[in-house]
């Protein structure tokens, strides 16, 4: 049996180039279209995935994202062992889905943040690091 600590301490570990994209689409689709449904498997155990279900705004005006020059569209992703729903996330496609960046938090001195996990994540789907440090700095958005 594996545990919801153990499978988030594996997702938290593990480096972008340990996941694979899948599209799930049975209709032909441009490539460059983030608006389809997506799937990234990890490697080292193939029950572990984080799908892209679907769109939740598609023009996300938030304080952090007002400064980009391009639109930004939320999404729900379900991180998943085997069939199992272990967690899900809000993880935002910013500036023309250049980037992903899970919905940050303010601390307690009003700063934005995400946790070193929820990078893991964004950096997974952005499938970049740079790019994703990038936008992380440009929407002075903090990891602690």
Same mark, same amino acid.
């Given at each position: 049996? *594996?545990?919801?600590?153990?499978?988030?301490?594996?997702?938290? !570990?593990?480096?972008?180039?340990?996941?694979? !994209?899948?599209?799930?689409?049975?209709?032909?689709?441009?490539?460059?279209?983030? &608006?389809? %449904?997506?799937?990234? *498997?990890?490697?080292?155990? *193939?029950?572990? %995935?984080?799908?892209?279900?679907?769109?939740?705004?598609?023009?996300?005006?938030?304080?952090?994202?007002?400064?980009? $020059?391009? $639109? &930004?569209?939320?999404?729900? @992703?379900?991180?998943? @062992?085997?069939? &199992? $729903?272990?967690?899900?996330?809000?993880?935002? &496609?910013?500036?023309?889905?250049?980037?992903?960046?899970?919905?940050?938090?303010?601390?307690?001195?009003?700063?934005? @943040?995400?946790?070193?996990?929820?990078?893991?994540?964004?950096?997974?789907?952005?499938?970049?690091?740079?790019?994703?440090?990038?936008?992380?700095?440009?929407?002075?958005?903090?990891?602690?």
């Amino acid at each position: 049996m *594996v545990s919801k600590s153990k499978i988030r301490d594996a997702v938290g !570990k593990s480096e972008i180039e340990n996941w694979e !994209k899948h599209p799930f689409t049975m209709h032909p689709v441009r490539s460059d279209d983030e &608006s389809m %449904r997506a799937c990234w *498997v990890y490697e080292h155990d *193939v029950n572990l %995935r984080l799908e892209r279900t679907e769109a939740l705004a598609a023009d996300v005006e938030q304080e952090w994202t007002a400064e980009l $020059p391009a $639109p &930004s569209h939320s999404y729900e @992703y379900y991180l998943f @062992y085997g069939t &199992s $729903p272990v967690e899900s996330h809000v993880i935002v &496609s910013v500036d023309e889905h250049n980037a992903a960046i899970p919905l940050p938090e303010r601390d307690e001195d009003g700063n934005r @943040y995400i946790t070193p996990y929820q990078a893991t994540l964004g950096r997974v789907v952005t499938g970049d690091y740079q790019d994703f440090e990038i936008y992380l700095d440009w929407t002075d958005i903090e990891i602690h």
